[in-house]
């Protein structure tokens, strides 16, 4: 065989093992993100507007750390860290997503509550009452994904207010339904309060009753392969501070339930 | 053997590889083959025939199956006379056609999905006057899917067949016209089996488009299991929570992409 | 029954005005250069092209009338069409491309069958019939290209170039073929070629097409006695002059003098064979009417003859043996005298 020929081919072989032999590690170690000038946040979706404006107080009150952020629905969140992606801080919109990481993060903290609200087209065209509304067939109703916390939570209330809806759309996010609603596409969706007022003239909200509402608890946590944990522990400081507290009471949310 | 004589036989047959060219070259097959070895590595081989038996990962192959050949029927009822029309007839405005029937191509697929919704979404230019006057929807619809996924594959088929009829040798239907066949029948029997090849592959590439099409479905049509949700969009959120259930769907559409170029083989990579 | 054409058609840079008529029975051979628009005028006597101006009619049809806005289309003319690369569909047999033009035409398949493979063999083709075009060689696919053209029966067989896709070798046999399948069909035929030996050899009578005018026409023997053009004339290899006669005297158009026998007046041709042309390396005496001197350059060998250029009053191309040739050292140049007899002067008007 040529000379040249099998030479070329050997040369492929090496650099393809090589690349292969750097590719990622499968326990979810990975590594931490953030030289301790940024620290990346990962955070549900439904804590957009009120991370955003945490995030350059933060910066100010630490020496110029920036923040980035990753908002996304918890269970992505979570498979994401499993899988190795660099995050400092984990704020999930239920516990059962932060359970799923919890070999990978430090103590837990619940650091705010949330209650569901069913979301329409600002004006309620449809005149939507409660729940019972939403099993009219005629309805277009969309929910978030059943893994989705916001999914979840819906299916329980509605559980509980022994109504059957057949959505027409599973999103992947909160804020994916809030879209649908506010576009005119979907009559009706059922989503956090927070979201309902991050939604600004779009929407509405109808309120759903105090016996079958659910409350989301949040908790937050660093993560634990984290290379900026000083910094990760300053920005859930800050989030659970009475000044985090407060821009979170502000955009809707509720403080951590006394239990 | 001397090194001269080594020299011009290895440029007889085709040259030595430019030392310059092996590193890069080696770096991109690793890129490409790498992630591929991934997925074949990772898969659960001895879970996986439970994995695809499962409801939802047969329903999401159902209903990808469905939509694709689906999309690639509108594209054929409607692409096949649309390259005709850009290969035969200079019309005005015809590059710009052509360049409109591109734009899919080039446009990312979530941007395609908003302008579909802009379009035919409930409160769409045209999606308004479709539900008034027919009651008619497409958002959250599988026929929606068809739309959204018809929307990007389309395109694959015009350019092919455009491609295929300009090369076509015309004098054949001069013959055909010679011997008394007229327009219909030089078409059925003459121009179609001659453009046969490129239809064909026009046909492949636009169905195996179709069927990994995500961005537009997912943000036009939704995401609803056994109506709207194809593999694409279940290996998406599969990902989320269910890895296995993820790497087996992908492993399918995997396979699926590799039929089709090996079916495709001859054309994209003609042996002399 | 015959043809009659008039036709007109400006396509790029060909301006084709041509007038034709083909009696039944007689085979009319197009003879021109290449670009001369002889493929245009069958494309155009096919329907393929629309002429500008024109006037087609077969058979006492009317095919063609620009002025009164008729235009048959191309599938509607009993024509036959052999393309100059024959264009046998790729995708089918020898079979069924010959079986094509009865099937379009609304024949039953198993007919049209029937008597495309009696074609094939009428052609000797019969042990083709399943092949494809491509496993067919270049007089295979004639044959099977020309089965094709007449199995409808078409009054007008219009063959471009019939020949010219085969090798010199195959050439002579086919064309033998050719001739013997053109005599048996009795509808008009017309055939286009640029070779002036296949011309010669099946033309009944020849048009000669230049630059989209019809320069001549005559059978192959008055064309070649008396050619109107350069192109023919050195198609024939003959030496051809223009000028104005004044009885025996030809002044030339450009300059010098021939004389002839006979008495002419007026605008005239005047042609002189090579072969009339006698050389010497010495000033001649003698009969010859026409002695000019001059200078031997080119010089081509054609066979065991030399054909010698001799620049002087009156350029002439001279044909002498190899072996005088070599006695008159014509390849060393220098002057040589050229005579031609006047009786061997033809000129005709022009």
Redesign the interface.
């Known amino acids: 065989m040529p000379r040249s020929r099998t030479r070329l081919a050997a040369v492929l072989a090496a650099v393809a093992l090589t690349l292969a032999g750097c590719g990622g590690n499968d326990s979810g170690g990975g590594s931490g993100a953030g030289s301790p000038e940024e620290i990346k946040v990962f955070a549900a979706a439904s804590l957009t507007a009120a991370f955003n404006e945490l995030g350059p107080r933060f910066t100010a009150a630490n020496g110029g750390t920036k923040v980035t952020f990753n908002f996304a629905g918890s269970q992505a969140l979570a498979t994401q860290i499993q899988q190795g992606a660099p995050a400092d801080v984990f704020a999930s919109a239920d516990t059962a997503n932060m359970d799923k990481v919890e070999d990978l993060v430090g103590d837990p903290q619940v650091f705010a509550s949330n209650l569901l609200q069913i979301v329409v087209e600002q004006g309620n065209p449809k005149a939507i009452q409660g729940l019972d509304d939403l099993a009219d067939p005629d309805l277009k109703v969309v929910l978030a994904a059943p893994d989705v916390p916001a999914g979840r939570y819906a299916a329980e209330i509605l559980g509980r207010a022994n109504v059957t809806v057949k959505p027409v759309s599973q999103e992947d996010n909160v804020k994916a339904v809030v879209t649908k609603v506010s576009l005119g596409e979907a009559d009706a969706g059922i989503v956090y309060v927070t979201d309902v007022t991050a939604g600004g003239g779009k929407v509405e909200g109808v309120d759903i009753p105090e016996d079958q509402n659910v409350v989301a608890t949040y908790p937050i946590a660093t993560v634990k392969a984290s290379n900026a944990v000083e910094q990760a522990q300053a920005f859930m400081d800050l989030v659970r501070s009475p000044e985090g507290q407060q821009v979170l009471n502000k955009y809707g949310f509720l403080p951590p339930p006394t239990s | 053997m001397t090194d001269a004589r ?1 020299r011009a036989s ?1 440029s007889q ?1 085709g040259g ?2 430019p030392v310059l060219f ?2 890069p ?3 991109a ?3 490409l ?2 992630p591929l ?2 997925l074949l590595g ?1 898969t659960p081989w001895g879970s996986l025939a439970a994995e695809l038996a499962t409801p939802r990962v047969l329903e999401a192959l159902r209903l990808s199956l469905v939509c694709s050949l689906g999309a690639v029927a509108v594209s054929v009822a409607l692409g096949v006379p649309l390259a005709f029309l850009l290969a035969r007839v200079d019309f005005p405005g015809r590059n710009l056609v052509r360049a409109l029937t591109t734009l899919p191509m080039v446009l990312p697929p979530v941007v395609g999905g908003v302008a579909l ?1 802009l379009a035919f ?3 769409g230019v045209a999606g308004q006057w479709l539900d008034r006057a027919f009651g008619i929807t497409l ?2 619809t599988t026929a929606g899917a068809i739309l959204a996924e018809a929307f990007v594959a389309m395109p694959f088929l015009v350019i092919t067949c455009e491609a295929g009829l300009r090369a076509m ?1 015309r ?2 239907e ?9 327009r219909w ?1 030089t078409l059925r ?2 121009t179609l ?2 453009v ?1 090849p490129s239809l064909w592959a026009g046909i492949a590439l636009c169905w195996a488009r179709a069927l990994g099409e995500f961005g537009a479905t ?1 943000t036009f049509a ?4 056994g ?3 194809t593999m694409p969009l279940a290996v ?2 599969a ?3 269910d ?1 296995e259930a993820a790497i087996a769907l992908s492993l399918i559409l995997l396979a699926i992409s590799a039929a089709v170029l090996v079916a495709l083989r001859d054309r994209w990579f003609p042996t002399a | 029954m015959s043809l009659e054409a008039k036709v007109e058609v400006a396509l790029g840079r060909l301006r084709l005005d041509a007038e034709l008529a083909v009696a039944t029975g007689e085979l009319v051979v197009l003879l021109g250069p290449n670009g001369a628009g002889k493929t245009t005028l069958l494309r155009a006597l096919a329907g393929l092209v629309a002429p500008d101006h024109g006037r087609v009619v077969l058979d006492g049809v009317v095919l063609e009338d620009t002025g009164a806005g008729v235009h048959v289309a191309t599938e509607r003319r009993p024509v036959g069409f052999v393309f100059q690369d024959y264009l046998l569909f790729p995708h089918l047999s020898a079979l069924e491309n010959v079986a094509f033009g009865l099937r379009a035409r609304g024949t039953p398949r198993a007919e049209a069958r029937r008597r495309a493979a009696a074609w094939l063999e009428r052609v000797g083709l019969a042990e083709h019939a399943r092949s494809r075009p491509r496993a067919l060689s270049g007089g295979q696919a004639q044959r099977v290209a020309l089965a094709r053209a007449l199995v409808s029966d078409p009054r007008l067989l219009l063959l471009d170039e019939p020949l010219a896709a085969l090798d010199a070798a195959s050439r002579a046999e086919v064309r033998r073929d050719l001739r013997r399948h053109l005599a048996s069909f009795d509808g008009t035929r017309l055939l286009v070629t640029h070779d002036p030996l296949e011309a010669i050899a099946l033309a009944d009578r020849l048009v000669v097409l230049e630059g989209g005018t019809v320069t001549q026409t005559g059978t192959p023997a008055e064309v070649s006695a008396r050619p109107r053009s350069r192109y023919v004339a050195e198609l024939v290899g003959v030496n051809l002059f223009r000028g104005r006669a004044t009885g025996a005297v030809v002044e030339l158009d450009g300059g010098g003098v021939l004389v002839a026998a006979g008495d002419h007046h007026g605008e005239v041709f005047a042609a002189v064979h090579p072969h009339a042309v006698a050389l010497h390396r010495r000033a001649p005496e003698g009969t010859p009417r026409n002695v000019w001197a001059g200078t031997a350059d080119t010089l081509d060998i054609v066979g065991d003859r030399v054909r010698a250029r001799v620049a002087g009053p009156v350029p002439i191309v001279a044909e002498v043996t190899a072996a005088a040739a070599g006695e008159l050292r014509l390849a060393d140049g220098g002057p040589v005298w050229a005579t031609v007899k006047a009786t061997e002067v033809t000129v005709y008007p022009a």
């Open positions: 080594r290895a047959r030595r590889a092996v590193v070259a080696a770096v097959v690793g890129f083959a790498v070895a991934g990772r919704l979404g409930r409160r958002p959250f040798d004098r054949f001069d013959a055909a016209a010679t011997l008394g066949a007229g029948t029997r003459v089996p001659l046969a997912i939704g995401n609803l299991p109506v709207t949700q998406y959120l990902l989320e929570t890895l």
